[in-house]
T-cell receptor, first 115, second 113 residues
C-alpha cells in the first residue's frame, strides 16, 4: 500500500520568510501528486497538482511544487509567506495503476505565520 | 462555498449507536468519495461511489456502509459506533472517475461518547 510522509507536523514562520514543506511517497510507479490546503474552519482546497510534464508546478496564491521522481518527493514552496497562509497543508498521491482516482494523504503540516 | 454540501455539521452519538451522514455533490459531479480524518491525521479513504455502486473501498470494516442515489447524493452509515470512530468525515465529489478534480465538503464532525 502507498504511504505519504510529510516531514514536519508543525512549522512556525514570520511573514516574508520562505517556506518549504517536504513530502515523500512510497510508490514507485506512475502517480499523480497533489497539495491541498485547509484554512481554519474551511474545507480542503486544491493548491496544485502534478500529472505529467514540467516537474515544477505552479499553483494558486504563489505556491509551487517540484516533483523529483528519483527522490519520490513533491515538496511545496513559497518564496514569501503571508499571515493569511496560516493553515494546514496536506500532500496526497494517487496511484495511477490502481484504476481509480482515490487519494492517499499525508498526516499534514500545520503552518503558523506570525505577523 | 465548497459546492459540496454535507449534513449535519456536528453530531454526538453514544457507543453502539448508528449514524447516517449525508452528502450532496457539486453540481455536475457524479462520483462521491468518503474520507475519515481523525484528529492530527490526514484524510483516509473509506469508499467511493459511482453510478450508485461502490467502486472501491479502503481499509475500513463492514460497519461502514454507504449508498448513492440517482441524483448522485450519497450517505455514509456507520453501525455499532466505537469511540475510535470519532473524526471529521469528509465527502469529495468529482466528474467521471479519473478526472481528479475533487471538490471537498466542509465535513461532519462526529463525536462518539
Amino acid at each position: 500500500a502507498q504511504s505519504v510522509s510529510q516531514h514536519n507536523h508543525h512549522v512556525i514562520l514570520s511573514e516574508a520568510a520562505s517556506l518549504e514543506l517536504g513530502c515523500n511517497y512510497s510508490y514507485g510507479g506512475t502517480v499523480n501528486l497533489f497539495w491541498y490546503v485547509q484554512y481554519p474552519g474551511q474545507h480542503l482546497q486544491l493548491l496544485l497538482k502534478y500529472f505529467s510534464g514540467d516537474p515544477l508546478v505552479k499553483g494558486i496564491k504563489g505556491f509551487e511544487a517540484e516533483f523529483i521522481k528519483s527522490k519520490f518527493s513533491f515538496n511545496l514552496r513559497k518564496p514569501s509567506v503571508q499571515w493569511s497562509d496560516t493553515a494546514e497543508y496536506f500532500c496526497a498521491v494517487n496511484d495511477m495503476n490502481s484504476g481509480y482516482s482515490t487519494l492517499t494523504f499525508g498526516k499534514g503540516t500545520m503552518l503558523l505565520v506570525s505577523p | 462555498d465548497a459546492g459540496v454540501t454535507q449534513s449535519p455539521t456536528h453530531l454526538i452519538k453514544t457507543r453502539g449507536q448508528q449514524v447516517t451522514l449525508r452528502c450532496s455533490p457539486k453540481s455536475g459531479h457524479d462520483t462521491v468519495s468518503w474520507y475519515q480524518q481523525a484528529l492530527g491525521q490526514g484524510p483516509q479513504f473509506i469508499f467511493q461511489y459511482y453510478e450508485e455502486e461502490e467502486r472501491q473501498r479502503g481499509n475500513f470494516p463492514d460497519r461502514f456502509s454507504g449508498h448513492q442515489f440517482p441524483n448522485y447524493s450519497s450517505e455514509l452509515n456507520v453501525n455499532a459506533l466505537l469511540l475510535g470512530d470519532s473524526a471529521l468525515y469528509l465527502c469529495a465529489s468529482s466528474f467521471l472517475d479519473r478526472d481528479h478534480g475533487y471538490t471537498f465538503g466542509s465535513g461532519t464532525r462526529l463525536t462518539v461518547v
